[in-house]
């Protein structure tokens, strides 16, 4: 299984960004997917994560109401939305996907990984 994440970049305070990861190696739609981040020094946190068919969706607190996951299945594709962007925001982005349908939101849940995609908020 393969996950090649793209769309990081710099952006300042306020701005938004799309990350998108697109997947290969297995049946797509049968699992759930999520993306998480990592600062430096810190460990991997989770950001966001969707179920199997896009109706079921869970996120951390920090980028509720700013951040939407969406997924197109018949791409194998999983997207991250991130508007009202904030430089605590900043970091790798790793997409993941999940050992079962659903939008599961612990790293243990989750068996492959893409490489990370680095996003930079400046202030």
């Known amino acids: 299984v393969q996950l090649q994440a793209s769309g990081g970049g710099l952006a300042q305070a306020g701005g938004s960004l799309r990350l998108s990861c697109k997947a290969s190696g297995r049946t797509f739609s049968n699992y759930g997917m999520a993306w998480f981040r990592q600062a430096p020094g810190k460990e991997r946190d989770f950001v966001a994560a969707i179920n199997w068919s896009g109706y079921s969706t869970a996120y951390s607190d920090s980028v509720k109401g700013r951040f939407t996951i969406s997924r197109v299945n018949a791409k194998n594709t999983v997207y991250l939305q991130m508007s009202s962007l904030k430089p605590e925001d900043t970091g790798v982005y790793y997409c993941?996907?999940?050992?079962?349908?659903?939008?599961?939101?612990?790293?243990?849940?989750?068996?492959?990984w893409g490489q990370g995609t680095q996003v930079t908020v400046s202030s």
């Open positions: 993941a996907s999940g050992r079962s349908f659903a939008p599961a939101t612990m790293t243990p849940d989750y068996d492959y």
